[in-house]
């Protein structure tokens, strides 16, 4: 368990644009950064990062927060992971207890699959750095490919041993659980029981973007692949590994993208490990797996440039083609670069130096376009199949979804092809509509399975893990929590009068729970009421500053809602902040008071009145309704006239 004031500790060391960054290409957009949200589909950068206030927030789809609920999220890791991630990020030590039997047996499935991966990648790559035959038949695997040593430390290289037990019994003497070196797909178990998966073969961890260890891949030596059509085997999918959604060498990868705005795209581990000795240390693979949404979605978060670098073979074009309209359809710059004489980036950097492999990929690249037309139209003299591969053509630029991008790629195929470029307009436009209307289909389809499912329960799992309250918090209250939050240790009232003929100060927190509390009255959302609570309790302490305390909560739903309610779209410029600064706080919160109270009398009166339509004629039910309703109508004109504002009965 980790005390508070290392978690204090912590959270002042942290600078959030180095936080997201490590996840998010930023660029500087006045005060502030931004780019493209990690949590949805985005087109436009609409995540916006405060330096000044340590939050972000997404301005489409919402969510946000410290550097903590963004680790929480992105990473699907728990509070005290987000803390060590950060602790280990700014070099401070935590002290933490040692844990009883029954927590390390409550301890998550997913954290335990994490702990096993990481001892064998460090278990494989001591194999094959200190041990006999790891020595010799594993390094001189790597070695006989030119691997040097600091490429093995880079990717963590290692090896199996050839015996089926060995690293069974391996982690069995250190303590692992079968249960999870079969979870994690590190061995299979099967009626003769549990088996090493990779014995034998030359290990390649795959890191995920924040450098954890998801699963593995195994390639058999050459000695062995006579014969063998299965050269590589990889881990399979499980709670931490999900191949579709992991990317060969990101983690390695990351800030050498964002630094050169592009990413290569290669197909396998050794391609990769081939650029990143040539000086190219900004290349992924997706690993023989045909490119997904998710791994692009994932690139496009560095960035929009990608080049897709396969060898000439039919398998690579294949490869090539496969790829490009998903790639377009989410925004990226395509450029295609097919290797000659059958060479994959592997064999071709072994036969040219590191000098000569950059300028062969700068001076050969091309645009999808020009890939495309010369693919496709090669010799190709049959009117039909010419117009097919001119349909081939426009429906990639079809899916681009910038117009202005759409817009010059027409022109340009209309240069390139000999093509009328009205012909081509209207032909992408008949695909564009064609597409709006699947995606309707689609949607419709989704909204009536929708309506057949059963309403969920009040208490919901949210994007953190955590569960909340769905009640519907109405605008009023969630603009006085707001102030609560921003400014409730700022004084409003001095000199107050009390009972005893003394004077007191109040200020945001100690009002608003003094106004309420004299009525009986309370926000409708138990962590409202929480947050207000123990602003009170810590506003009297002479250095509390209450969206400091919030932003910093162990609670992650405090935490999460302070950074939400902390920042909004206005914040972000200076305007608005000047203008906050002029508003009178007092008159505000007073207001927001009263409108809290003006909602609670109107929904009384929409109480009294569907109980008198339900009365109908009965007078003795009717009358003490009708004194009530008239009671409640006087106390709402008086709020409002005490508001500013006049009701019409």
Known sequence: MIDRATV?????????VDVVGEFVNLRKSGVNYKGLCPFHDDKTPSFMVSPARQICKCFSCGEGGNAINFLMKHEQITYPEALRWLAKKYNIEIQERELSDDEKREQSERESMFVVNEWACDYFHDILKNNVDGMAIGKQYF???????????????????TKRDALVNEAKRKGYKEEFLVKTGLCIENEHGVYDRFAGRAIFPWLNVSGKVVAFGGRKLDAATKGVQQKYVNSPDSE??????????????????????????VEGYTDVIAMHQCGLENVVANSGTALSIYQIRLLHRFTPNIVLLYDGDEAGIHAAMRGTDMLLQEGMNVKVLLLPDGDDPDSFSRKHTAQQFKEYIEQHQTDFIEFKTDLLLKNVKDPVKRAEAINNIVRSVSVIPDPIVRATYITECSRRLDVNERTLISQTN????????????IEERENRANSQQPIANSQQIDNFGLHTQQEQVSEVERLIIQSVIRHGEEIIFEGLETDDGGTVNLNVAQYVDYDLSSDGLSFSSPLYNTILQEAVEHSVEPDFKAFNYFMQHPDPAISQLAAA?????????????????EASLRQRV???????????VSQQLKRIQQQMKEAGADMEKLRPLMDEYKEMLELRNALARQRGSDVMV
């Open 590 to 600: 007073q207001h927001l008071i009263l409108d809290f109270r003006l909602d609670i």
């Open 430 to 441: 008949k695909y564009i509509a064609g597409d709006k209307e699947e995606q309707r289909r």
């Open 143 to 161: 070695r006989s490919r030119g691997v040097r040593d600091d490429i093995i430390e880079k990717f963590k290289l290692g090896f199996a041993l």
């Open 240 to 265: 931490i590994y999900h191949k579709e959604r992991e990317l060969y060498g990101i983690y390695q990868a990351k800030k050498a993208i964002v630094k050169e705005d592009c990413v290569y795209m």
């Open 8 to 16: 204090d500790k912590i959270m002042d060391a942290v600078n959030i």
């Open 565 to 581: 309610l902390g920042i909004d779209s206005h914040q972000l410029s200076k305007s608005f902040e000047m203008k906050t600064s």
